[in-house]
């Protein structure tokens, strides 16, 4: 095959997924997705059923659209002032490099910050990505975002890690 | 507070803002209404063996759910008699077939008793026996389980649990009887959500029906405008199923109707609900049908009650077998945990769709959540204003209610909201005449 994905690629998109979240371009950040993946945030710490028992998200294409259009709603009480995040992550590791079939898994430390108004919160988490090449790009298949406090008792987290 | 300060506090059709801002208010709660009341405290299945244990709250009080020796469940105050450690810190386990104080190993039985304590030659002739310590851990004054719900009085007089509960008990009959095998078990921990606003601002949210498509419109609203994009597919996203019939127009919640019953319960969708147009899931009705035959089958699933609230502090969602419960932790603080049950033999989709429901209406991260505690954090705040100070009940409202019948009105009326008020006057003020004078003390 002619792919000449690199591990380094595999990592450089981890760190454009954080900016476009950071920066606000869901639209390019949806468009990353593969249309049968979700993105799943477990809420017992390693928990393995994100069907049958309560998640904090395990969310379709469907519903990630849905919460991304609704940030920018005339009547989305919730996000008026709106919510920033930021990103900080740790280098991701390269778990799954299997370039003849074009899937890759990486796993990521970052701390997220979310602030709105006079409150910021600080989640520490875990995030495993499962990319595909399609087409010659790199896309989410999958993406889990495990929290290092996820049995705590949060008030809201508006935005995305 | 005295028993006339609190009374002045609730009219008809307006309440003071202080039962949600006042520390005094807050304190006269967690000393005469939640003890004197049934509260609950978890699910049978939570403590399924011997020694299994899970530790809450009953209002501001700490308590330990156990499964006893005996196969009884005990509900056990969470404080060494001692010196007021808490014996159990995690939220569940199994601890054999006593506690331990993990500070100076003072041992107890699964149902209180004190069983040892090192060193005890050093408590002889000191009166020890005659002290309260020496009883081992207190149980609360009454326990019951109902259908797998366990429920406790703090109080060891007072009003019965059939007495205090009465029809409501129909909407925890409708979620159980949905189980084939007619029992329900825990599925997972519950969501744990911290609200910034006094607890009774959750539970009137609960039969809220004129907040819906105007709160929950970002997210419903925008849920359907997405789906006719897409040319409306089928079978229908999730979130089509259980975020969209949030737009429904008034006069569909005013058709569903309200039932209130006396002592401050009461449900939303008496007639119909946002809950009546779930997709079949296959082999259901036919576990039910096996279990109950098709015209009692059909009748279970046929009620399709939306929020039952037992007063003063649970909902329950029967046909989606939830229960939210709003533990308050001050004034302006409430922790509101939400669980899902499974029904016993029916098909793993039951489940599924009830923690769907769960993650996207009553999680931290779920949109629609987000909504409702901008609304009520907004609420706690703006309550400061001195420019008003009463709170309005009055939809609907007429001059004749009472609260002692069981009654069922149009679906937008907030007379659930006067009789949870009513429940609560009634409740406090009996408690507070009864208590000795403590005048001048606050
Ligand atoms: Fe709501």
């Given at each position: 095959?002619?792919?000449?994905?690199?591990?380094?690629?595999?990592?450089?998109?981890?760190?454009?997924?954080?900016?476009?979240?950071?920066?606000?371009?869901?639209?390019?950040?949806?468009?990353?997705w593969?249309?049968d993946?979700?993105?799943?945030m477990?809420?017992?710490?390693?928990?393995t059923?994100?069907?049958?028992?309560?998640?904090?998200l395990w969310?379709?294409?469907?519903?990630?659209?849905?919460?991304?259009?609704?940030?920018?709603?005339?009547?989305t009480?919730?996000?008026?002032?709106?919510?920033?995040?930021?990103?900080?992550?740790?280098?991701?590791?390269?778990?799954?490099?299997?370039?003849?079939?074009?899937?890759?898994?990486?796993?990521?430390?970052?701390h997220?910050v979310?602030?709105?108004?006079?409150?910021?919160?600080?989640l520490?988490?875990t995030?495993?990505?499962?990319?595909?090449?399609?087409?010659g790009?790199?896309?989410?298949?999958?993406?889990k975002?495990e929290?290092?406090?996820?049995?705590?008792?949060?008030?809201?987290?508006?935005?995305?890690? | 507070?005295k028993?006339?300060?609190?009374?002045?506090?609730?009219q008809?059709?307006?309440?003071?803002?202080?039962?949600?801002?006042?520390?005094?208010?807050y304190?006269?709660?967690?000393?005469?209404?939640?003890?004197?009341?049934?509260?609950?405290?978890?699910?049978e299945?939570?403590?399924?063996?011997?020694?299994?244990?899970?530790?809450?709250?009953?209002?501001?009080?700490?308590?330990?759910?156990?499964?006893?020796?005996?196969?009884?469940?005990?509900?056990?105050?969470?404080?060494?008699p001692?010196k007021?450690?808490k014996?159990?810190?995690?939220?569940?386990?199994?601890?054999?077939?006593?506690?331990?104080?993990?500070y100076?190993?003072?041992?107890?039985?699964?149902d209180?008793c004190?069983?040892?304590?090192?060193?005890?030659k050093?408590?002889?002739?000191?009166?020890?026996?005659?002290t309260?310590?020496?009883?081992?851990?207190?149980?609360?004054?009454?326990?019951?389980?109902?259908r797998?719900?366990?429920?406790?009085?703090?109080?060891?007089?007072?009003?019965?649990?059939?007495?205090?509960?009465?029809?409501?008990?129909?909407?925890?009959?409708?979620?159980?009887?949905?189980a084939?095998?007619?029992?329900?078990?825990?599925?997972?921990?519950?969501l744990r959500?911290?609200?910034?606003?006094?607890?009774?601002?959750?539970?009137?949210?609960?039969?809220?029906t004129?907040?819906?498509?105007?709160a929950?419109?970002?997210?419903?609203g925008t849920?359907?405008k997405?789906?006719?994009?897409?040319?409306?597919p089928?079978?229908r996203p999730?979130?089509?199923?259980?975020?969209?019939?949030?737009m429904?127009?008034?006069e569909?919640?005013?058709?569903?109707?309200?039932?209130?019953w006396?002592?401050?319960h009461?449900?939303?969708?008496?007639?119909?609900?946002?809950?009546?147009?779930?997709?079949?899931?296959?082999?259901?009705?036919?576990?039910?049908?096996?279990?109950?035959?098709?015209?009692?089958?059909?009748?279970?699933?046929?009620?399709?009650?939306?929020?039952?609230?037992?007063?003063?502090?649970?909902m329950?969602?029967?046909?989606?077998?939830?229960?939210?419960?709003?533990?308050?932790?001050?004034?302006n603080?409430?922790?509101?945990?939400?669980?899902?049950?499974?029904?016993?033999?029916a098909?793993?989709?039951?489940v599924?769709?009830?923690?769907?429901y769960n993650?996207?209406?009553?999680?931290p991260?779920?949109?629609?959540?987000?909504?409702?505690?901008?609304?009520?954090?907004r609420?706690q705040?703006?309550?400061?204003?001195?420019?008003?100070?009463?709170?309005?009940?009055?939809?609907?409202?007429?001059?004749?209610?009472?609260?002692?019948?069981?009654?069922?009105?149009?679906?937008?009326?907030e007379?659930?909201m006067?009789?949870?008020?009513?429940?609560?006057?009634?409740?406090?003020?009996?408690?507070?005449?009864?208590?000795?004078?403590?005048?001048?003390?606050?």
């Amino acid at each position: 095959m002619e792919h000449n994905i690199t591990p380094n690629d595999i990592i450089d998109f981890i760190y454009a997924e954080a900016r476009m979240l950071d920066e606000g371009s869901y639209n390019d950040w949806l468009d990353l997705w593969l249309p049968d993946g979700h993105y799943w945030m477990p809420l017992d710490y390693k928990q393995t059923d994100p069907i049958n028992e309560t998640s904090l998200l395990w969310e379709d294409s469907f519903m990630l659209r849905l919460r991304v259009e609704r940030l920018n709603g005339a009547r989305t009480f919730s996000q008026k002032p709106k919510s920033r995040c930021h990103h900080v992550i740790q280098r991701p590791f390269v778990d799954i490099f299997d370039l003849e079939n074009g899937e890759f898994q990486t796993n990521t430390s970052m701390h997220y910050v979310e602030t709105r108004l006079d409150d910021q919160i600080l989640l520490a988490l875990t995030a495993t990505h499962d990319l595909k090449l399609v087409d010659g790009k790199l896309r989410i298949a999958n993406k889990k975002v495990e929290l290092l406090n996820s049995d705590a008792a949060f008030g809201n987290i508006q935005l995305l890690p | 507070m005295k028993s006339e300060q609190i009374k002045a506090l609730i009219q008809p059709h307006q309440v003071h803002r202080d039962v949600y801002t006042s520390a005094d208010v807050y304190n006269a709660e967690m000393q005469h209404l939640f003890p004197n009341v049934w509260i609950f405290v978890g699910h049978e299945s939570q403590t399924p063996n011997k020694g299994d244990y899970i530790t809450t709250q009953v209002g501001d009080q700490p308590v330990i759910q156990v499964r006893h020796t005996d196969g009884e469940i005990y509900v056990l105050y969470n404080r060494c008699p001692h010196k007021g450690t808490k014996i159990a810190i995690d939220r569940a386990g199994n601890t054999g077939k006593f506690f331990r104080c993990p500070y100076h190993a003072w041992a107890f039985k699964t149902d209180g008793c004190l069983l040892a304590i090192p060193l005890r030659k050093g408590y002889e002739d000191t009166g020890f026996e005659n002290t309260d310590s020496s009883k081992g851990m207190k149980a609360v004054g009454a326990v019951k389980v109902y259908r797998g719900f366990v429920f406790v009085r703090l109080a060891k007089e007072g009003i019965a649990f059939d007495e205090f509960f009465g029809g409501s008990l129909s909407s925890i009959d409708n979620m159980v009887d949905r189980a084939p095998a007619g029992r329900l078990e825990i599925s997972g921990p519950p969501l744990r959500y911290m609200h910034n606003c006094n607890w009774k601002m959750l539970v009137e949210n609960q039969t809220d029906t004129c907040h819906p498509m105007v709160a929950h419109e970002s997210s419903a609203g925008t849920a359907v405008k997405i789906f006719e994009e897409l040319g409306s597919p089928e079978p229908r996203p999730a979130a089509m199923q259980i975020i969209a019939p949030f737009m429904s127009p008034y006069e569909f919640f005013e058709k569903m109707g309200i039932r209130t019953w006396p002592n401050g319960h009461g449900h939303t969708g008496v007639n119909m609900s946002i809950h009546s147009n779930y997709d079949a899931i296959p082999g259901y009705f036919e576990a039910m049908i096996e279990t109950y035959g098709e015209e009692q089958a059909k009748a279970i699933l046929d009620e399709n009650r939306h929020n039952t609230v037992y007063f003063p502090n649970i909902m329950v969602k029967a046909p989606l077998q939830q229960l939210r419960n709003f533990i308050p932790l001050g004034p302006n603080k409430t922790l509101a945990e939400s669980y899902v049950y499974r029904l016993v033999g029916a098909p793993e989709k039951l489940v599924a769709m009830s923690a769907m429901y769960n993650r996207m209406i009553n999680a931290p991260t779920s949109i629609v959540g987000h909504d409702d505690l901008e609304m009520y954090e907004r609420a706690q705040e703006g309550l400061n204003a001195n420019a008003l100070e009463w709170v309005n009940i009055q939809r609907l409202h007429k001059d004749d209610e009472d609260y002692t019948e069981e009654v069922v009105e149009n679906g937008t009326t907030e007379r659930q909201m006067r009789n949870q008020f009513a429940a609560w006057l009634k409740f406090i003020s009996a408690s507070v005449e009864d208590a000795p004078d403590t005048s001048g003390s606050e």
